[in-house]
């Protein structure tokens, strides 16, 4: 008789700019199982599988979107879109969104979502962006405990945020500075904002 041996899964992180094997299933896969167990990302039913394909083809396709994956043992079992503004929007081009973060229900407690944040403010910094802004609802509790751990900070509470079952529920506002002298400079031009003084 053999001896049982516990198997430590292997995550990694990667940004996504195309499909292949079986990716665009196991991303289809991964997000209908987080969406029926609670979503939080938007969807509250999973919507029919070509639209969903669509979906994730058409993120893809936008400029100023870069989707990263997480892989538990090779399968894509997580995901998140740093979101850059337009073009256009230069008064906000310091800034970006983490959008869309969501691990499957049974890839859950290994890791996957510490390492696509970290992987998406990588990103961030490296495209010369200094803040992270964020917003999720009331009730994703294990997100929230996530992002506070990671050091984002909730500066706001939006009272009729999300519309879930006929129920309204707030949402919490977070930012995050991806580095220290990026937050001096940012609070200082907060500071000295003309809206501010009395
Ligand atoms: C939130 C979510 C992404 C966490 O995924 P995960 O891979 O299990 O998280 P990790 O294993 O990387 O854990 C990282 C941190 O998250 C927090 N966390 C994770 N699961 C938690 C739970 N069940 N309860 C409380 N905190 C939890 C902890 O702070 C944890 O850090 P620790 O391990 O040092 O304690 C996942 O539960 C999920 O997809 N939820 C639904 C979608 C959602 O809320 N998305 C975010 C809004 S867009």
Aim: hydrophobic share 45%.
């Amino acid at each position: 008789m053999g001896v049982a041996s516990a198997h430590t899964p292997t995550i990694s992180v990667e940004r996504l700019t195309r499909f292949d094997h079986n990716d665009l299933a196991d991303l289809c896969d991964a997000a209908d199982a987080a969406i029926g167990a609670g979503g939080g990302f938007g969807w509250v039913k999973p919507p029919p599988r070509h639209v969903f394909e669509s979906y994730w083809k058409g993120v893809l396709l936008v400029p100023e979107r870069h989707l990263f994956v997480g892989r538990l043992d090779g399968s894509i079992a997580a995901a998140g879109q740093l979101v850059r503004p337009t073009r256009n929007n230069e008064a906000q081009a310091f800034s970006a969104q983490l959008m869309h973060h969501f691990v499957a229900p049974w890839a859950r407690g290994h890791g996957l979502a510490k390492l696509v944040t970290l992987a998406v403010e990588q990103a961030a910094r490296d495209n010369a962006i200094s803040m992270i802004n964020l917003d999720i609802r009331e009730t994703q509790i294990a997100a929230i405990q996530l992002y506070e751990g990671l050091g984002y900070t909730r500066w706001g509470v939006h009272p009729h945020y999300a519309k879930v079952d006929g129920r309204m529920i707030r949402g919490f506002y977070y930012h995050k500075f991806l580095d220290p002298e990026a937050e001096a400079i940012l609070s200082k031009a907060a500071l000295t904002n003309p809206g501010d003084t009395p």
